[in-house]
């Protein structure tokens, strides 16, 4: 099915941040877009807005008619959904075109320089920075992020004429083996998802084949020192980059007075006084890496510093939400114990005087079990930890897996608190506090605004 054949889209899971990026995209290039989700959100909210019809109840008489050709519908799904679920049920019995999100995103990039960030963790940040140096450039691009750029209040940027698209390259059920970059960072491959992959062997053999998709006279951008054996075809050049070493790093690193400035060194030059719109240490390698993608495919030096310095940073990643001389806000989707320890430590760089609180939900029952001792080994580098129960997803509950797994393990002295995620308002107007960092990738975000009204000082 080509995109010319397509006229209805219909999307099982339309409240993913990628699900929804595709949404966007269909309804950028004409075509009718409903869907499904489970819950209401305010992406959903603004999806509908933005012209898409998505219901909430799982029933294939809701799906609406001009959905219902099979030669003229095609299908999304995401692999968090199961093929159990009725409506893609119905889908399967009337011999539509099903593709998973991943595979659709493989189609819409082809024939574009697809420039792809891949990685245990730092994806979203990196490719919305690599995102946003290409479009305030000359070159432009198209990109598909996983997360909602504050620059541009979208996870959509379309252009017409650029041949780039930036995407984001999910390991995830194999996600990203759909695609074919032209060049792509790798920014870790810290064991995850090994509820798919089994073994730490088989997640880093993903990561090898991922690296044999890079188009011809592409090039593959690797954080040093990774546990990768890249399986390139000829030709293909292969950079390295790293915060102090490697074709790319930084030098002459300045933090103070809540910036950071650097210089940028390259394969063949310096670039000098690279500012970081969102100055947390751990954004000296995410730009770094995101610079380097740019760089190679023709951004300047003049146009990489101006929009590093006007990144304003991505929604739950590193997110301030909360500054005042009293308390600070801040929310992090980081969700594996690796992400947790870097952001943990660019808090402590930032607020070295002060007590730093972490409220934490943990992501799956299977994440949980198997990292658990690592979790509680990052969150000890804490002063306080409150613990809420683990945020289910696409499973199912484990026996003898809760959040009491890590809760035990955390450092002897350490304040903890281990509670429903719905006490955790009343937790706050209990006892003043100075930093607290929201972290996983589950729905207690969606709290935030209800803190900020508990955490802001009254007059």
Known sequence: MTLEDIKSVYFVGAGGIGMSALIRFFLSKGKAVAGYDRTPSELTARLIEEGAEIHYEEDAALIPDYCRDPQTTLVVYTAAIPLSHKELTYFLQHGFEIQKRAQVLGTVTQGTKCLAVAGTHGKTTTSTMAAHILYQSALGCTAFLGGISKNYETN??????????????????????????????????????????????????????YTSLIQESGALIVHTGLELKPDVKPGIRIYTYSRNEGDFHAANIRIGGGEIFFDLITPDGRIEDIQLGVPVSINIENGIAAMALAYLNGANATEIREAMRSFSGVDRRFDFRLKTKEVVLISDYAHHPAEIEQSVRSIRELYQDKKITAIFQPHLYTRTRDFYPDFAKSLSLLDEVILTNIYPAREQPILGVTSKLIYDNLRPGIEKTLCQKEEVLDLLKQKPREVIIVLGAGDMDNYIPEMIEILTPKN
């Open 156 to 209: 959509l940027l379309l252009s017409k004429d650029s041949p780039f698209t930036v995407v984001e390259a999910d390991e995830f059920d194999r996600s990203f083996h759909w695609l074919r970059p032209y060049m792509t960072v790798v920014t870790a491959t810290d064991p995850d998802h090994l509820d798919v992959y089994g073994t730490k062997e088989a997640y880093l053999e993903s990561f090898r084949h």
